[in-house]
C-alpha cells in the first residue's frame, strides 16, 4: 500500500513544473555526448577508488578503462550515485540490466545518439535552471537555452579565499576596495546577473571592528585566522547590502571541504561546525531586506538551519548539497522543513549538475524522496493527497519561482 501510493505520487511528481535553483549547466553544452561525463562523474570516481580501482588503472582509453569498472559493479551498485546513473541510462537511453552489461552501451549510446537538449528537459519539465559560473558572457545571457538563468559564482568568504578578495577588489584603502565590491555587484546587475553564489568557509566567525581597526587590518600583510574574519565580515555586509539594492538572490553553500592543497580529483568532506549558525544569524539579521538562499552538504546542521530560516524572513533554504544529497538525509531534512517552515521557505533542486542527463538523474532521486516522505504522511492521516501534491507544487516550483522572481 505505502509503496504503491509513493509510486504514483512520484508519477505525478514528473508532471510538474520544476526549478533548479543551482547547477553548473552552459548554454550551447546542456547535454554531454561525453561518456567520460556520466560514468566517471566525480561522485562515482571516489566509490570506484573506495571499491578497489587503484588510480593508475585508469588510462584514459574508455573501452579498457570499462574493463576496470566491471568487477566493481556489484560492489557499488546499491549507492545512490550508482542509482542515479542507472535511472538516467533507463529513462534517457532506454537501457535496463546488470551495470556491466547497460554501462558499456551508455557509453556507446552516449556518442552515437548525442540527446537533444529539448528532449531532457521536456522529460524533466524543467522551467528554468539555475546555473553558476564565474563569467556569464553576453552571447550566454540571450542564448536560445533561455530556460538557463544566470548564478554569479566568483565569490567566496572564508579566511583561507580573503587575499583573493582583496586582489579581486584591489584598493590603496578598504574603503576603495569596498567600493568596487558594490560596483562589481551592479554592473552585473545591469547586465541582468542580479543572482549570486558563494561559498562561507566553515570557520567564519562573525566579527565587527572598528573603522580605524578594519583599515589597519586591511593594510596589515599576514594575518591570524581570528583577523582575517574581521574583514570578511567586512566584506560579506557589503556584498549584501548591495545585492540587497539589486534586487537579487546571495545564494550560500556551506558544510563541506574540498579543492585544498593535497586533496585528489573528487576528494571532499562534509565539515561540521555548530558555532557557524550564530554568526551566519547575526549577518543574516543585518540584511532583512536582503534575499538569502542557503544550501548545506551536512545534514548534521539540518536542525539548526532549519530554524534560522524559520525565524529570520528574509532566508530561505536550497536543496541538498553534495554529501547531504543521499536519500536518508535527503528524507531526513524534508521531514525537518515540513514540520517548522512555511512552503515558501525551502526549494527541492539544487542538482548541482553539470549536464542536463545528471539533471536528470538527481531529479529523479529528489522525487522519489519527496513521493515517500508525502506517502508517509498521507497513510498517517497528516495529509491528504491533493494536500501532498500542492506541497510538490510549491517546493518544485512556486517557491523557488517566487524567491527568484520567475513570476
Known amino acids: 500500500m505505502g509503496n504503491s501510493l509513493a509510486q504514483d505520487l512520484e508519477a505525478e511528481l514528473w508532471q510538474l513544473p520544476k526549478i533548479d535553483v543551482h547547477c553548473h549547466m552552459r548554454p550551447g553544452q546542456l547535454t554531454t555526448a561525453e561518456p567520460q561525463e556520466l560514468i566517471f562523474y566525480h561522485f562515482l570516481w571516489r566509490e570506484y577508488l573506495g571499491a578497489g580501482a587503484k588510480k593508475e588503472d585508469f588510462k584514459g582509453n574508455l573501452a579498457d578503462d570499462l574493463k576496470v569498472l566491471s568487477p566493481l559493479w556489484e560492489r557499488v551498485r546499491h549507492t545512490s550515485a550508482v542509482w542515479c546513473l542507472r535511472q538516467m541510462a533507463k529513462d534517457l537511453y532506454g537501457l535496463d540490466g546488470e551495470l556491466a552489461e547497460i554501462v558499456p552501451l551508455l557509453a556507446e549510446r552516449t556518442k552515437a545518439q548525442p540527446l537533444a537538449w529539448e528532449e531532457v528537459r521536456a522529460k524533466l519539465n524543467l522551467e528554468a535552471a539555475y546555473a553558476c559560473a564565474p563569467f556569464w558572457e553576453a552571447e550566454k545571457l540571450t542564448a536560445k537555452e533561455g530556460f538557463v538563468k544566470p548564478l554569479l559564482e566568483r565569490l567566496q568568504f572564508s579566511s583561507i579565499y580573503l587575499p583573493y578578495l582583496k586582489r579581486l577588489f584591489c584598493g590603496s584603502t578598504l574603503k576603495e576596495s569596498r567600493e568596487q565590491l558594490v560596483q562589481f555587484v551592479r554592473e552585473h546587475a545591469n547586465r541582468g546577473v542580479r543572482h549570486f553564489a558563494g561559498f562561507i568557509g566553515n570557520d567564519f566567525t562573525y566579527t565587527l571592528a572598528s573603522q580605524l581597526e578594519l583599515e589597519a587590518l586591511y593594510r596589515k600583510q599576514l594575518l591570524t585566522p581570528e583577523e582575517a574574519n574581521v574583514l570578511v565580515t567586512y566584506y560579506l555586509n557589503a556584498f549584501l547590502e548591495a545585492v540587497g539594492e539589486a534586487g537579487g538572490v546571495a545564494q550560500f553553500y556551506l ?25 551566519l544569524v547575526n549577518l543574516f539579521r543585518r540584511h532583512p531586506d536582503t534575499k538569502i538562499s542557503v544550501m548545506n552538504a551536512t545534514a548534521a546542521l539540518g536542525q539548526e538551519l532549519t530554524i534560522m530560516a524559520r525565524m529570520l524572513p528574509n532566508v530561505s533554504l536550497a536543496g541538498f548539497w553534495w554529501h547531504a544529497f543521499n536519500p536518508p538525509y535527503v ?21 548541482d549538475s553539470y549536464n542536463l542527463q545528471w539533471c536528470y538523474g538527481k531529479i529523479a532521486l529528489a522525487l522519489r524522496c519527496l513521493a515517500q516522505v508525502l506517502a508517509a504522511k498521507i497513510t498517517d492521516g497528516e495529509l491528504t493527497r491533493k494536500e501532498a501534491l500542492q506541497i510538490g507544487e510549491w517546493v518544485l516550483y512556486k517557491a523557488p519561482a517566487e524567491i527568484y522572481e520567475q513570476v
Request: charged residues 25%.
Open 255 to 279: 558544510g563541506a571541504k574540498w579543492n585544498r592543497p593535497g586533496m585528489e580529483k573528487g576528494e571532499s568532506y562534509s565539515i561540521v561546525n555548530h558555532d557557524l549558525v550564530p554568526s
Open 331 to 351: 528524507r531526513q531534512q524534508i521531514e525537518e522543513r515540513l514540520s517548522l517552515l512555511p512552503l515558501n521557505k525551502w526549494v527541492l533542486l539544487t542538482t
